[in-house]
């Protein structure tokens, strides 16, 4: 079964600070893609940024970039420089081709807090 | 463009009560879903629609039901609250079917906030 994890449930830290939140999924699809979204205090859901299974360059975008290692199984997440505009729910996501009918596959999400 | 539109925002039922969210989309996505968020286990599936007419079970589906009369609206009927189905509800779409359908970016309303007492 497909399965996301996101073993830090809640990350504090100084403005300025690099942090990093962690992914692990799990599947049997050889194609499967990769989701981040955000979703600050408002409640809404943002879309961050999609990888597919045959990509594994690192991604950046600003002050944020993405780990994606399929030897690991880890799709992890960096924020550089935060700022206590970053804080916010982070959820990490999958969708597979065969398993699962193509169903989007959450992770239980990291409560990250910048503080100034 | 307004994307996906949830209404009510807030809402608050007594147990045994009935209620109706809505959930419409102008995008002409094929995909459509519903999902529950509860503190700590993100982001659950309640149902989901590969189109007008189609409906599928999720993981959590008991005490929930759906139907897909248009492309537009995938509206998720509580036949009668429970307390346990207090939680935040999410309705999204996304383009696409079969395998395309995984690649494709799903778009989330922003949400109902539904207490059941």
């Known amino acids: 079964a497909q399965k996301v994890t996101q073993a830090q449930t809640e990350i504090s830290v100084v403005e300025k600070e690099d942090v990093t939140l962690d992914c692990v999924y799990e599947?049997?699809?050889?194609?499967?893609?990769l989701f981040w979204y955000k979703q600050p205090p408002s409640g809404e859901l943002v879309f961050l940024i999609r990888?597919?299974?045959?990509?594994?360059q690192n991604e950046i975008s600003g002050r944020y970039s993405w780990n994606f290692q399929k030897s690991t199984s880890s799709f992890n997440f960096t924020i550089t420089a935060s700022q206590v505009v970053d804080s916010a729910v982070y959820f990490c996501?999958?969708?597979?081709?065969?398993?699962?009918?193509?169903?989007?596959?959450f992770g239980a999400g990291t409560i990250l807090r910048v503080k100034s | 463009n307004a994307g996906v539109t949830q209404t009510p925002k807030f809402q608050v039922l007594k147990t045994g009560q009935s209620m109706t969210l809505q959930c419409a989309q102008d995008?002409?996505?094929?995909?459509m879903s519903w999902y529950r968020q509860d503190p700590g286990m993100g982001l659950r599936l309640i149902h989901y629609?590969?189109?007008?007419?189609?409906?599928d079970q999720g993981e959590v589906p008991n005490g929930y039901n759906v139907s897909r009369s248009t492309t537009e609206d995938f509206p998720l009927r509580l036949l009668s609250a429970a307390p346990s189905q207090t939680s935040v509800y999410f309705c999204?779409?996304?383009?696409?079917?079969?395998?395309?359908?995984?690649?494709?970016?799903?778009?989330f309303g922003a949400g109902t906030r539904l207490s059941v007492l």
């Open positions: 999204a779409s996304r383009a696409g079917t079969g395998g395309v359908l995984a690649k494709n970016i799903q778009y």
């Open positions: 599947t049997r699809d050889t194609t499967y893609y």
């Open positions: 996501a999958l969708s597979g081709i065969m398993e699962y009918g193509n169903k989007l596959v």
């Open positions: 995008m002409n996505h094929e995909y």
């Open positions: 990888r597919n299974s045959f990509d594994e």
């Open positions: 629609s590969v189109g007008a007419g189609i409906t």
